[in-house]
T-cell receptor
């Protein structure tokens, strides 16, 4: 079964608003990664947060990690039309070689 | 720097036919992965490799075989294609997930089995 589960499955917001996507996972992890996928394209890495980190910032992106709740969030501030895409969390477990993805959140930015 | 290249990009197979998908990376990565993506299911790991000559099963390995004869190439084979294998297939490579490095993805292969 898949390790990560994103919430919500789909999200539509107005341009300029903030978008928050959540990811829950089941087992202990070494790190958690977020990826973006534009329609029909491959995935692009956005951010990686280690299990001993709580928050990371990169431009308009903010990623948080709560290992006690086994959850992470991705916040996109001041959304733009170009942010319309699917967003996936992926986990790499300690002493495991696999990268396991969740089902993703489809984000649609309305003009 | 090409990154991860998948061939072919599109393919239509008849049920029972066989085919091989090729993934090539030029980043000297040890780890390579094959995923399939279906609507509403996200990406599911089929098989992966931790180095030349090694392969391992992922979440959904049935009906697929893989080989990693050269470090830069990871092949995914379908011996007898079934309509349930209609999907978009993605290859990815990574230096090492345990070293906290990202995965790089190819552009995908859209496979239809009729």
């Amino acid at each position: 079964s898949q390790q990560g589960e994103e919430d919500p499955q789909a999200l539509s917001i107005q341009e300029g608003e903030n978008a928050t996507m959540n990811c829950s996972y089941k087992t202990s992890i070494n790190n958690l990664q977020w990826y973006r996928q534009n329609s029909g394209r491959g995935l692009v890495h956005l951010n990686l947060i280690r299990s001993n980190e709580r928050e990371k910032h990169s431009g308009r992106l903010r990623v948080t990690l709560d290992t006690s709740k086994k959850s992470s969030s991705l916040l996109i501030t001041a959304s733009r039309a170009a942010d319309t895409a699917s967003y996936f969390c992926a986990t790499a477990q300690y002493r495991d070689d696999k990268i396991i993805f969740g089902k993703g959140t489809r984000l649609h930015i309305l003009p | 720097n090409a990154g991860v290249t998948q061939t072919p990009k599109f393919r239509v197979l008849k049920t029972g036919q066989s085919m091989t998908l090729l993934c090539a990376q030029d980043m000297n990565h040890e780890y390579m992965y094959w995923y399939r993506q279906d609507p509403g299911m996200g990406l599911r790991l089929i098989h992966y490799s931790v180095g030349e000559g090694t392969t391992a099963k992922g979440e959904v390995p049935d009906g697929y075989n893989v080989s990693r004869l050269k470090k830069q190439n990871f092949l995914l084979g379908l011996e007898s294609a079934a309509p349930s294998q209609t999907s978009v297939y993605f290859c990815a490579s990574s230096y090492s997930p345990g070293e906290e490095t990202e995965a790089f993805f190819g552009q995908g292969t859209r496979l239809t089995v009729v």
